[in-house]
């Protein structure tokens, strides 16, 4: 089998952990070897920048500051946990990837998409994706299911960001039909769960 890369994104509070570990639990019942990761973070280096990005007291963090830590993450997370893992064949699931970075920093921030994308191509270096989920979920539940313990920078923001950054993955969705499918995540988890299973099932058996 190739290696397999499946990304999960969507809003604050979508679900993303959950299902990936559903989805972990019945890939390995399957006989896949699975590594499961997340963004920013990964790495050692990684979960360094996650803590500077996610810290409430930077405030004064300059967007496209943000954006170039972002991707400094990643460039690091691709070279060091993704690329290897991929090439000994395993499957990895990973929490938030390139869209992220457009819905966040090219919407939610108003940075635009085309210097975040030729950034991106440059620190994966064309690494994308074999398929994306996107848990959608009404931002206002979101919110309320993520800031129920410590709220992290990003998550302080107004409810018109959050609006935006949902707004731009819906419309990024559009333009990738063909290796994005859109979640409803308001529903039992078991439900969506058996979704994306029935999803990820063909494309993994195409791969053996």
Known sequence: MKGAFIVFEGVEGAG???????????????????VTTQEPGGTRLGRAIREILLNPEFKEMDP????LLYLASRAQHVSEVIGPVLDQRKVVLCDRFFLSSLAYQGYGRGLGLKKITEINE??????????TFVLLLPVEEGLKRATRHRID??????????RRVQEGFLALAKSSPQS??????????????HEIKEIVAPILGQKR
Not at 17 to 32: F, K, M, P
Not at 155 to 160: A, C, K, R
């Open 16 to 34: 993303k952990s959950t299902q990936i570990r559903l989805l972990r639990e019945y890939l390995e019942r399957e006989g896949y070897e699975v």
């Open 64 to 67: 496209k500051t943000e954006a």
């Open 122 to 131: 440059w620190a994966v270096q064309g690494l994308a994706p074999d398929f």
């Open 153 to 162: 920078r990003i998550e302080q923001e107004s409810l018109d960001f959050h």
């Open 180 to 193: 994005l499918q859109v979640v409803d995540a308001s529903r039992d988890r078991e439900q969506i769960h």
